[in-house]
């Protein structure tokens, strides 16, 4: 394929796959260099997932250009590496509009494009969706391609391989690309390695290989059995793809996923070819194409703005620390005191502070890949030898892994210490990503310890307090972000078990926290007090066990009991309420108002944004009071000024 750049830019001249396809095959990498360029362009204004998306440029552009998009489905798994696939599918003049208000999704979203045929943000799932599009297609007597692109790191949870070893024993048509960009593009992966993939994805291979099959059942057993594990054990050896022919898939590979001239021989001969599912394993490079990301790729995965030329990203302007480094430093502090702390991370080290653990004691970390079900089940079966397991998983993955909460852990009352990072709304990343369920999901468990920092400086002492349970399951929450930068403590302390705390003493509202809206709740106090309205600040610390005897306090001495809480319905308001029913507190005419999330999945925006629309602001508290006087805010404060 020749290197010749036409003078007029192509990517003008494309905005959807029907126009990609009307290309000449010697204009696809002039192509594919300016869809590297816009890529790399739109995210240094928005931010967001670079290096991942750049690896996948070449593929990108040779998956539209074989298949019949969006007849043929293409499922991107996770989702970080569609940016270019969003600019290619007529996205183009909105992607500087990625991850932010009212903008483009930072993932796949079936409502946003037809060309999204599933919408995905945790990993892994692609293969599932796709053997389910597949089977649908069948039943239906279809004859479109599904085609599910998933990356080596997404392969380490067992949901791909279950997934894998379905689609075998079902044998319907799958194509999985397996996007490899853990290995480095070596010589194995060259002109060889290329002319292997070729030939064994082409009509002849595929037909002599099922001609030996079918001469060796016509064998007595004992020849048969060996002519078959010969082929198989050769093939093998040619090609490293036994273990995915061993769950019954056809392995091409592996392949240069930056090379046009492989990459689209073999996507030709797979499409056109008969019979089950096909794999076929594509090495890339993450972040190719741009130096800076091609050096760093830990730091290019997820970027802030950048400048192009530099590669420089711009820094947050804040003094205080973020909650997941103060977690990080905390715990390590903890394991210097105590040698049966270990710390556990599903694949996110540097998004949890695991990292920083990792740095001072490596043997006593473990990153266990895309498993949170492992994870959870690990960290239990460390707690039964007398560990501490800190296992650091983000509020909307260890939703993945709640069986395991139950089972293994609550049921056993093993004392595993989970780090709920990211707990809240979580700006950009949106409805995906929120931490907004895990209140009301380990809420319902008996037995579990639950704990939410106002600040953190809270944040130390309850980590503290997680080392000193050891009798029973705790998880302590925290948001994504910078904190309030309050005093931090020298040490964390361990805190009393179910012991709440008066922030500031009133008469007729009292305002009840969990969690990191404690500074709005102050907030909203301060303008309450100056409309005439007397206010009581409470942070609860712990949704279980609930301090009781304060909230019984609260609820006799005020005349409006106000509960708020970064998470759903089901959560932190509804064990108070269940309280306040119990001690019969309701009766005496007590106003009670919950404030959660709406009922709804909110769609991605600045954190402020995001809080001020869910309600959850000082201003929303501070109108919610009046509410539950009967009395208008805007005319009372009209009266007041």
């Known amino acids: 394929m020749t290197e010749h750049h036409s003078p007029t830019p192509l990517l003008d001249t494309v905005q959807t796959p029907d126009q990609l396809r009307k290309l000449k095959p010697a204009q696809l990498r002039q192509f594919a260099d300016e869809l590297r360029h816009e890529t790399i362009s739109a ?38 590496q569609a940016y270019p696939h969003k600019i290619l599918t007529g996205r183009r003049d909105r992607i500087r509009t990625l991850r932010t208000g009212g903008g483009l999704s930072g993932f796949t979203k079936r409502s946003e494009s037809e060309y999204d045929p599933f919408g995905a943000a945790h990993s892994s799932t692609s293969i599932s969706a796709g ?21 080596d790191g997404s392969m380490s949870a067992g949901m791909a391989y279950e997934a894998m070893n379905n689609a075998g024993a079902l044998k319907s048509r799958l194509i999985v690309v397996l996007n490899d960009n853990d290995m480095s593009i070596a010589p194995p992966v060259g002109a060889m390695s290329a002319y292997l993939a070729r030939l064994i994805s082409g009509p002849t291979y595929g037909s002599a290989r099922e001609a030996l099959k079918n001469l060796a059942h016509h064998l007595p057993k004992f020849f048969e059995e060996r002519a078959l594990r010969a082929e198989e054990y050769a093939r093998g050896m040619v090609t490293g793809g036994t273990m995915f022919e061993e769950l019954g898939f056809f392995y091409v590979g592996p392949i240069d996923g930056h090379n046009l001239d492989h990459l689209l021989p073999v996507l030709n001969n797979v499409r056109d070819a008969p019979g089950g599912p096909i794999l076929v394993h ?104 007398g560990y501490k397991p ?9 939703q993945r892994g709640y069986d395991q909460v139950v089972h293994d852990v609550a049921i056993q009352g093993l004392p595993v210490r989970f780090a709920i990072d990211r707990a809240g709304l979580v700006g950009a990343d949106g409805a995906t990503h929120a931490g907004s369920f895990d209140n009301a999901y380990l809420g319902c468990l008996p037995g579990f310890v639950i704990m939410a920092a106002a600040d953190e400086a809270e944040l130390v002492h309850m980590v503290a307090t997680q080392v000193a349970i050891d009798d029973a399951p705790s998880a302590l929450r925290y948001p994504r972000g910078e904190g309030r930068g309050v005093e931090m403590p020298e040490v964390g302390v361990a805190l009393p078990i179910g012991k709440g705390r008066i922030m500031r003493e009133g008469a007729k509202v009292a305002l009840f926290s969990f969690g990191t809206r404690l500074g709005e709740c102050l907030k909203a106090a301060e303008e309450l007090e100056g409309l005439g309205l007397s206010t009581t600040v409470a942070d609860a610390r712990f949704m279980k066990p609930l301090d009781i005897d304060m909230l019984l306090k609260l609820a006799r001495d005020h005349e409006v009991l ?12 509804s064990h108070v309420m269940q309280a306040l029913a119990e001690h019969g507190a309701l009766d005496a005419g007590l106003r009670v108002r919950s404030m959660v999330l709406p009922d709804i999945f909110m769609d991605h925006d600045t954190p402020a944004a995001m809080y001020a629309r869910a309600g959850l602001d000082a201003k929303s508290i501070v109108i919610k009071a009046f509410e539950a006087l009967g009395k208008d805010y805007k005319t009372e404060s009209v009266k007041q000024a």
């Open 43 to 80: 995210v240094s204004v928005t931010g967001g997932h670079l290096g991942a998306g750049l690896g996948v440029i070449e593929l990108t552009t040779a998956l539209h250009y074989v298949f019949n998009t969006p007849r043929d489905r293409v499922i991107w798994d996770v989702g970080h």
């Open 131 to 151: 053997l389910g599009m597949a089977v649908a297609r069948d039943l239906k007597g279809g004859t479109n391609n599904v085609i599910a692109v998933i990356g």
């Open 282 to 385: 594509v090495v890339t490079q993450k972040g190719k194409g741009y130096g800076p990301a091609e050096a760093s790729d830990d730091k290019y995965h997820g970027v802030v703005k950048f400048d192009v030329e530099t590669g420089k990203q711009a820094k947050a302007k804040s003094n205080a620390p973020s909650y997941t480094a103060v977690f990080g430093q905390s715990l390590i502090k903890e394991a210097q005191k105590d040698d049966k702390i270990v710390a556990i991370t599903a694949a996110m080290p540097g998004g949890t502070g695991v990292d920083m653990f990792a740095k001072v004691f490596p043997e006593r970390t473990f990153d266990v890949g895309i498993a949170e079900q492992h994870a959870v089940t690990f960290a239990a079966g460390l707690a039964t030898e």
């Open 390 to 398: 800190f296992a650091a998983i983000y509020s909307t993955f260890l």
């Open 562 to 573: 106000i509960t708020i809480e970064e998470g759903s319905i089901g959560g932190f308001g």
